[in-house]
């Protein structure tokens, strides 16, 4: 995963701080640890108290550049937390969109089954024109549900749904072939 600019402003923003702490650090230990017996060891104590100001200065500069580097940090994952979120709604939504398609699709399929069953039987001339008629509304709810995929960019479904509906047509023309009922 590449390193963002604000992740490396966090780093950076941190590793400043750190060095100088460690400066501040070693600074005090020298002057808590060296005797003070002689002028050159006062001296050198003064000095490095001296330093400490300077250092606790530049200690509030990197913190202040840390805080406002967290800050900058915190905002940028509020932010892609915020779209994965608004992402995850979307999916929800197009998800519930497509469930809606594919049981309206299952249940077109499992009549359309049903009728072609039907019409292997040999049967009356009554039940031939049933089929007929409910092979023509099959193949009507068919256009309808393409035509809903394909305004909903579902086309992978549209593609399918047309599909089952040309299927649907091809076993209307087999029956008006066969001598069964014209098509309305």
Do not use: C
Request: proline residues 2%.
């Amino acid at each position: 995963m590449p390193t963002s600019p604000e992740a490396l402003d966090l780093v950076a923003a941190a590793s400043a701080l750190e060095q100088t702490l460690r400066r501040l650090s070693e600074v005090v230990e020298r002057a808590l640890h060296g005797s003070l017996d002689t002028r050159k060891q006062i001296e050198r104590t003064a000095a490095a108290l001296g330093a400490l100001a300077a250092l606790e200065s530049e200690i509030g500069v990197h913190a202040r550049a840390l805080v406002t580097a967290i800050d900058r940090s915190r905002r940028m994952q509020e932010d892609l937390t915020g779209r994965a979120h608004a992402r995850a709604l979307e999916l929800q939504a197009r998800s519930a969109e497509l469930q809606l398609l594919m049981d309206a699709l299952g249940q077109l399929g499992q009549e359309a089954h049903r009728v072609a069953g039907a019409l292997e039987v040999k049967t009356g001339p009554e039940r031939m024109a049933a089929a007929a008629v409910e092979l023509d509304a099959l193949v009507a709810r068919a256009r309808e549900l393409a035509a809903q995929a394909g305004e909903r960019g579902f086309d992978d479904v549209r593609r399918q749904v047309d599909s089952l509906r040309q299927q649907l047509s091809a076993v209307q023309n087999r029956l008006t072939l066969s001598g069964g009922p014209a098509r309305a």
